[in-house]
């Protein structure tokens, strides 16, 4: 972590430096969550007054419509978040995505190479255990496929574009300490990832991992000087995850190939000790994700 390394970080930051006051910074930042969440809200408001019964299934994140209409409606944040950088910054959306010779050459690089090492994992390693998949159908599944990447991509460009494009390029231009754009925006994106309706545990071991995931990503745009590697990498990791292995009757379960039978807790389970957070499969985790994070460094050269 040099500062050669992170030298193309200087011109990705750039498009910053002429707003970046804090409160401009803060402003913008409240402004993209509260006109993101109204808008959510309203969407849900129309939806379940004019097809009551399809926003049931919404609510649930079971099927796979539900799933691609939770995923595209994240292209509003990509709607409210160029309005918000037009008005408190006075720059365009273009601005947040870097070097734009290099982008989609290391958008494909990261995403194949994390892919492939996802790909090679998943056929190595017995993840479900000893339950047996159950395959969906395959021509259902791949007509889907073409919407399912699109509606993940919509949802990852998203969230690098706020996260790792707005608030890393604002603090980054603002603050010369590294340590404040590798952790505070990662904070941020961390703490959407907390799961309510899962155990405390859970969510906690979930919001640590996707606060790693987070400075990875960081990592990669400083390192590329765009955001091209860090939504190939965010694609590639949410792909694997929507869609090829999911537990049945699980949200966001809808668009996997292969459904497991769900997890059932032993009778018992209310007696013994709660599992500590920092486990052995948290572990796993992220030394997978330190894997994918080194394979798409080795694909863009970086």
Not at 190 to 197: L, Y
């Amino acid at each position: 972590m040099t500062v050669k390394a992170y030298a193309p970080h200087v011109a990705f930051v750039a498009p910053a430096r002429a707003s970046s006051a804090l409160i401009q910074t803060v402003v913008g930042f409240i402004a993209v969550e509260f006109l993101y969440g109204v808008g959510r809200q309203t969407l849900d408001f129309f939806l379940i007054n004019l097809a009551p019964e399809a926003a049931a299934d919404v609510i649930d994140r079971v099927s796979p419509g539900a799933i691609l209409w939770d995923l595209f409606t994240f292209g509003l944040m990509i709607a409210v978040l160029a309005l918000v950088v037009w008005k408190t910054h006075d720059r365009g959306l273009g601005s947040l995505i870097g070097n734009p010779r290099v982008a989609p050459r290391d958008f494909l690089r990261a995403f194949i190479g994390a892919a492939v090492l996802f790909l090679t994992l998943e056929l190595a390693l017995p993840w479900w255990g000893s339950d047996t998949p159950t395959m969906q159908s395959l021509r259902y599944w791949l007509l889907l496929l073409p919407w399912s990447l699109l509606a993940l991509l919509v949802q990852t460009s998203a969230e690098e574009l706020f996260y790792r494009g707005y608030l890393q390029q604002q603090l980054a231009a603002r603050f010369r300490q590294t340590w404040v754009w590798l952790v505070v925006p990662n904070v941020a994106f961390a703490s959407v990832h907390w799961f309510n309706e899962a155990a405390f545990e859970d969510s906690t071991r979930y919001v640590i991992w996707a606060f790693m995931f987070g400075v990875a990503a960081s990592d990669l745009v400083a390192r590329s000087g765009s955001l091209g590697a860090a939504i190939g990498f965010h694609l590639a990791n949410n792909a694997f995850a929507f869609l090829v292995v999911g537990e049945r009757g699980a949200p966001d379960s809808g668009l996997a190939l292969f459904l497991i039978p769900p997890f059932a807790e032993p009778p018992d389970a209310a007696l013994l000790p709660a599992e500590p957070i920092l486990n052995i499969g948290l572990g796993v985790d992220i030394g997978i994700l330190v894997l994918a994070w080194l394979a798409v460094r080795v694909a863009i050269r970086r």
